[in-house]
T-cell receptor, first 113, second 111 residues
Framework: DAGITQSPRHKVTETGTPVTLRCHQTENHRYMYWYRQDPGHGLRLIHYSYGVKDTDKGEVSDGYSVSRSKTEDFLLTLESATSSQTSVYFC????????????FGPGTRLTVL | TQLLEQSPQFLSIQEGENLTVYCNSSSVFSSLQWYRQEPGEGPVLLVTVVTGGEVKKLKRLTFQFGDARKDSSLHITAAQPGDTGLYLCAGSNFGNEKLTFGTGTRLTIIP
């Protein structure tokens, strides 16, 4: 299994509070991705990174920010959580991007009350 | 936004039966991947197809990429309970690093 961990694995928070999710990899892969998974929508890309300090938006980036100060860590921040951000969040990594295999972490289940 | 529609959304069949699930789009993709996801886990890559008309086999699973690179199918022969899961297709677009995921087919194989 690819060395990807996500923390926390479960979190319950209240509307309006800031939340940070962490993705950590031990594979030294260049590309890292944050997705959210909701029933009927499959996986939707929030943000991705193609190197340290190099990030770009995905299709559902509003309300989310990311940072990548080290190759191994990719942080996803919800500045002010809303109930619509209740979801399961997955981090993924890939060596070369595009057609290369994406390896997924175990997911973080976030509930915003 | 490029969309990938998967059908059926849900499928429940008896062990030993054959099945086909579909992944369709109006857009052309440079390649297409199929993933399987089990409850409580992240998706795991099954196969990548990159050439129009390409067929790949993985034991009892057969994957086909449409000639026009807009659609794909996954055929399972003699389904087994271990095939149960959420099947996701994902298309790669020319010129960028992102995958577009389909809506998924949730497959249940009844022993």
């Amino acid at each position: 299994d690819a060395g990807i961990t996500q923390s926390p694995r479960h979190k319950v928070t209240e509307t309006g509070t800031p939340v940070t999710l962490r993705c950590h990899q031990t594979e030294n892969h260049r590309y890292m991705y944050w997705y959210r998974q909701d029933p009927g929508h499959g996986l939707r890309l929030i943000h991705y990174s193609y190197g340290v300090k190099d990030t770009d938006k995905g299709e559902v980036s509003d309300g989310y920010s990311v940072s990548r100060s080290k190759t191994e860590d990719f942080l996803l921040t919800l500045e002010s959580a809303t109930s619509s951000q209740t979801s399961v969040y997955f981090c993924a990594i890939s060596r070369q991007g595009k057609t290369d295999t994406q390896y997924f972490g175990p997911g973080t289940r976030l509930t915003v009350l | 936004t490029q969309l990938l529609e998967q059908s059926p959304q849900f499928l429940s069949i008896q062990e030993g039966e054959n099945l086909t699930v579909y992944c369709n789009s109006s857009s052309v993709f440079s390649s297409l991947q199929w993933y399987r996801q089990e409850p409580g886990e992240g998706p795991v890559l099954l196969v990548t197809v990159v050439t129009g008309g390409e067929v790949k086999k993985l034991k009892r699973l057969t994957f086909q990429f449409g000639d026009a690179r807009k659609d794909s199918s996954l055929h399972i022969t003699a389904a087994q309970p271990g095939d149960t899961g959420l099947y996701l297709c994902a298309g790669s677009n020319f010129g960028n690093e992102k995958l577009t995921f389909g809506t998924g087919t949730r497959l249940t194989i009844i022993p």
